[in-house]
C-alpha cells in the first residue's frame, strides 16, 4: 500500500479545528478506501471515519459525527479530515491507512501518526 505521511497535528483548544493530511505513496492509491483511526493515551486504537476510493460514501465514528469530515484528492494521493468542535476527549495520535470493505478495518502497516491534543 505504499508509505504513509501524516500532518496537521496540534494544540487547540476545546472548540476549535485541525485538518489533518495523510500522504500515501504508491499507486493504488485512487482504488483503495481510506480511513482515519487514533489512539489516545492508555487505548487501543479506534476507528475515526473512512472515504470510498471514489470519494462518494463516507463513514464515521458517532464520537466524531457531525464534527469531522473526510476527504480526499486522488491526484495528489491525499487524504484528509477535517475536524471541527474539538473535545479534550479527541486527545490522540492520529492515523490514517487503507481500509477493507467493511471500511472500519485497518489494512497496511502503520505510520508515525500525528498528534491532536485538545486543551480543556
Known amino acids: 500500500q505504499g508509505q504513509l505521511v501524516e500532518s496537521g497535528g496540534g494544540l487547540v483548544q476545546t472548540g476549535g479545528s485541525l485538518s489533518l493530511s495523510c500522504a500515501v505513496s504508491g499507486r493504488t492509491f485512487s482504488r483503495n478506501a481510506m480511513g482515519w483511526f487514533r489512539r489516545a493515551p492508555g487505548k487501543d486504537r479506534e476507528f475515526v471515519a473512512s472515504?470510498?476510493?471514489?470519494?462518494?460514501?463516507?463513514y464515521y465514528a458517532d464520537s466524531v459525527k457531525g464534527r469531522f469530515t473526510i476527504s480526499r484528492d486522488n491526484s495528489k494521493n491525499t487524504l484528509y479530515l477535517q475536524m471541527n468542535s474539538l473535545k479534550p476527549e479527541d486527545t490522540a495520535v492520529y492515523y490514517c491507512n487503507v481500509v477493507v470493505s467493511d471500511y472500519r478495518s485497518a489494512l497496511g502497516s502503520w505510520g508515525q501518526g500525528t498528534q491532536v491534543t485538545v486543551s480543556s
Open positions: 472515504i470510498s476510493w471514489t470519494g462518494s460514501i463516507a
